[in-house]
């Protein structure tokens, strides 16, 4: 996959990540591309490690499903430490 498809796939699993998370997420258009894309190698790297190895950058539905798991994460991971930065 080049590199300007994976960027606009991370950009498409950071929106989706966005929607589904709960809440107001101020983030900007490279941010959520950000997400994305670190949320496809987590979901990605996970996949092809339950999948039984293989090329972590096929496309698969259980690929796309995990990069938006992926970036859930990574969106959680930033809520927390966004809180905890605001309590201090």
Known sequence: MSILLFLIFGFIVGLLA???????QKLSILMTTL???????IGGFVGSLLHGGGD???????????????????LALLGYIGRRRLAH
Do not use: D, N, Y
């Open 18 to 24: 966005r929607a589904i998370m709960p809440g107001e």
């Open 35 to 41: 997400v994305g894309v670190v949320g496809s190698f």
């Open 56 to 74: 972590m950058f096929q496309l698969r539905t259980s690929g796309i499903i995990g990069s938006v798991i992926g970036a859930l994460l990574i």
